[in-house]
């Protein structure tokens, strides 16, 4: 036979055992391989530390009420309740939230008048689902619907027949080991850590499944090296993101113990590291900073992250590994978006997926008044926006997540899927230098790559005095040599509920706190307008607010610059 046959029949059997494979891993083997010791509890019981959404659990108990009529005691029920999974479609918002059974702490939250509706929620979910499906035993999926369940299981399972019990557990068991063998096909980083720790908890909450336990720590302390920087923060720079991670390892520690159970020694320095990190985000009104894709949050979820061990916590001004700058003067603080440092080996693919385009974005707040902010996450509009379709929230994403969304320099005319380009690159350098002295503290950055603006460089310097009541930048565009700089402009986002009014000149800026505190924004010789924007840091529908807009005055040179200030 010829090499090049022998070659093609070798690559028709490799194709030819792919298929038998893909068949195997939806079918009935798959089921069999899911198949393992049936528990009969959840071994304890931990704590939302959220508040819970009620709008998806309120709709739900509408309309559980209007079909009661038509549905039976859970032990004479045999279908349960089926018309919330019937309606649903993959591109439905709701279809995430209604599998990860997102609504479930909402109906605990009601006590006892939501358990029935509850249960028979679960019992349609089993009807269709109880057996493995692609689209509703995703990895991600699973992971959040088990969590859900690990924190109000034990409410869901109070007083239910042995029976129903059993087919609940032993569905828990099995998704379990659904993500033992699904993690290793898993590409997302992010993914894969909350799949690590799924495993961990599962493995301790579910009696006879410690070995999904050993494999979850194994994974963990992987992903960790993977994922966590030195200074504790998540390769995503979400802070959002940030606490929820935070909050996860913290409830495995607790996991351990209530059981009694010693706790593997790079858990401990993980929880240490990102709680610091946790705390460095959070504002003088006691909700994280809004940064690449976070909001606000949920204030006491913070406040129960940052209680956790308290006595070791350490204060961090500079995250150096995460790319942030944090200043402060009284009870003033400024965060500077200072970028994403060049990726170490073995994490450029995964610091690529969670670019940046807001560099050199800030974020500025008095006490517990925000003054300057950032536009937020499509994520925000999902409870509210209930009319909202997938490719509509992915729009929403685009959006928000480009140099427009941001308090920083644009260059005109450039779009968020544009300014995406060329991010996390090796050429991206970034210049970073701060002076601290009795009257106030001063950073002084540069960047190398703009959106839009190729070859040039930006600089900005951002001076805050130690009384925190002034706050001085300066922003410098420098294109190569022998070209122009293309028409930039500088935003700055207000955060709602500030009353905003121009001066006739174009020159200044007067802003009112809702506790009728002024300040007041210059700009030199730039000229200054105000604009509609809006704000999608915290969870409900869009609001509407207005943007400081800055555009440098001509210049005789190439250089152009801007010297602003905030006073009060």
């Known amino acids: 036979m010829a090499k090049s046959s022998r070659k093609q029949v070798s690559q028709n059997m490799v194709i030819g055992a792919r298929k038998p494979w893909r068949h195997w891993h939806d079918g009935l083997f798959y089921e069999l391989q899911l198949n393992g010791p049936a528990p009969d509890r959840l071994t304890f019981s931990l704590m939302n530390p959220y508040k819970p959404g009620t709008a998806d659990a309120e709709e739900l108990l509408a309309l559980y009420g209007e079909e009661e009529q038509h549905i039976s005691s859970i032990s004479q029920h045999q279908e349960g309740f089926l018309t919330p999974w019937r309606d649903l ?46 689209e509703t035993w995703q990895p991600r999926m699973v ?115 209530l059981l009694s159970q010693e706790a593997p020694n790079f858990l401990h320095h993980a929880v240490s590291r990102t709680t610091d990190m946790t705390e ?15 909001t606000e949050d949920d ?24 790319g942030f700058q944090r200043l402060h003067g ?75 969304a941001h308090s920083g320099l644009c260059v005109e005319g450039v779009a968020a899927d544009v300014a995406s380009a060329g991010y996390g690159s090796s050429s991206r350098t970034t210049y970073h230098h701060l002076e601290e002295d009795r009257h106030g503290q001063l950073l002084e950055l540069e960047r190398a790559h703009v959106p839009g ?13 130690i009384d925190g009541d002034d706050l001085r930048g300066e922003d410098v565009l420098i294109p190569p040599a022998g070209e122009k700089a293309p028409k930039w402009l500088l935003r700055f986002h207000l955060y709602p509920g500030l009353k905003a009014s121009l001066s006739r000149d174009g020159r200044t ?42 555009y440098p005055a001509r210049a005789r040179g190439v250089v152009q610059q801007v010297k602003w200030a905030l006073k009060k």
């Open 509 to 550: 800026v007067i802003l009112v706190t809702p506790q009728n505190e002024g300040w007041r924004f210059i700009a030199g010789d730039a000229l200054i307008e105000l604009a509609q924007s809006i704000y999608c840091g915290v969870e409900g529908p869009v609001q509407k607010t207005q943007q400081i807009v800055v």
């Open 143 to 257: 992971c959040d619907r088990l969590w859900h369940l690990a924190r109000d299981g034990q409410w869901l399972m109070r007083g239910a027949e042995a029976t129903w019990r059993s087919r609940l557990l032993s569905s828990m068991a099995r998704q379990t080991r659904h993500i033992a063998k699904a993690v290793a096909r898993v590409d997302e980083p992010v993914e894969r850590l909350f799949c690590a720790m799924t495993l961990i908890l599962m493995g301790l909450a579910l009696p006879h499944h410690r070995t999904c336990e050993e494999q979850g720590s194994t994974l963990l302390r992987r992903e960790l090296r993977l994922q966590l920087r030195a200074d504790g923060g998540h390769i995503s720079r979400n802070p959002s993101l940030q606490l929820k991670i935070t909050l996860c390892l913290q409830d495995l520690m607790k996991a351990y113990r």
């Open 330 to 404: 009284a009870r003033t603080y400024l965060y500077v978006d200072i970028g994403v440092p060049a990726a170490a080996p073995g994490r450029a693919q995964a610091d690529a997926r969670h670019n940046s385009h807001g560099t050199f974005a800030i974020q500025f707040s008095a006490g517990r008044q925000r003054l300057i902010t950032n536009c937020g996450s499509a994520s925000a509009l999902t409870a509210s926006e209930t009319d909202l379709t997938l490719q509509e929230y992915r729009d929403w994403q685009t959006a928000l997540s480009g140099p427009d």
């Open 280 to 294: 460095f985000f959070r504002c003088g009104d006691g909700r994280l900073a809004v940064f690449n894709q976070g």
């Open 89 to 134: 479609s993959l591109d439905d918002l709701k279809y995430f939230r209604y599998h990860s059974f997102a609504w479930l702490a909402g109906m605990a939250a009601s006590g006892e008048a939501g358990l029935p509706a509850a249960r028979a929620m679960v019992d349609g979910w089993l009807q269709y689902n109880e057996k493995y499906q692609p």
């Open 453 to 465: 603006a190729a070859g040039c460089t930006h600089r900005r310097r951002l001076y805050l005095n």
């Open 299 to 322: 204030p006491k979820a913070l406040a129960k992250a940052l209680s956790f061990d308290s006595v070791a916590r350490n204060r961090i001004d500079f995250a150096s590994q995460s």
